[in-house]
């Protein structure tokens, strides 16, 4: 009787699961894709890619910039990752299972989640308007936030 692959995993932590997580999408578990699935595993939320480095680096010191790029093209293929666009900044990066629209401090470029319930009233509101279905998510609403709001 075979074994559920879950089971093997008992003891497992972060590393293994990015490697899991890559076998499960068909992806070869490469030393650079393990350290970039799991820097972005261990952070919170979308990141741009110049951190995403960092954060892989201090995982694989080997790791060269251009590779996590290529590698975060990779992941994009695969479906394991997607991007927002954040202000005018370069896009960042994060788990495909996170779709949340997010709202960017047009001052400080700070990130936070906007909750699905708080725009669901807009989508119904523009959509009886005009039929249009709002899609949000892809990019992010421009706002400011608490500390920089009071430094204007
Ligand atoms: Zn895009
Ligand atoms: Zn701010």
């Known amino acids: 009787m075979r ?24 992806c070869r578990a490469t030393r650079s894709r393990v ?3 799991e820097a972005l595993l261990s952070h919170d939320g979308p990141i741009g890619a110049a951190e995403l480095t960092e954060l892989a680096q ?24 997607n991007h927002v666009h954040a202000g005018h900044g370069p896009s960042l990066v994060r788990l495909a299972t996170n779709n949340d629209l997010v709202a960017v ?11 699905a319930a708080a725009v669901a009233p807009l989508i119904d509101a523009v959509k009886e308007d005009s039929g249009f279905v709002l899609e949000p998510g892809h990019f992010a609403l421009e706002a400011v936030c608490a500390t920089c709001l009071k430094l204007r």
């Open 3 to 26: 074994r559920e692959p879950a089971a093997d995993l008992g003891q497992a932590s972060n590393p293994t699961d990015a490697e899991a997580l890559l076998r499960d999408y068909g």
């Open 35 to 37: 350290a970039v699935l």
């Open 58 to 81: 201090a995982r694989e010191p080997s790791i060269h910039e251009a590779t996590v790029y290529r590698t975060i093209g990779v992941l994009s293929e695969l479906g394991l990752v």
């Open 105 to 115: 401090c047009q001052d400080c470029g700070k990130i936070a989640d906007v909750p």
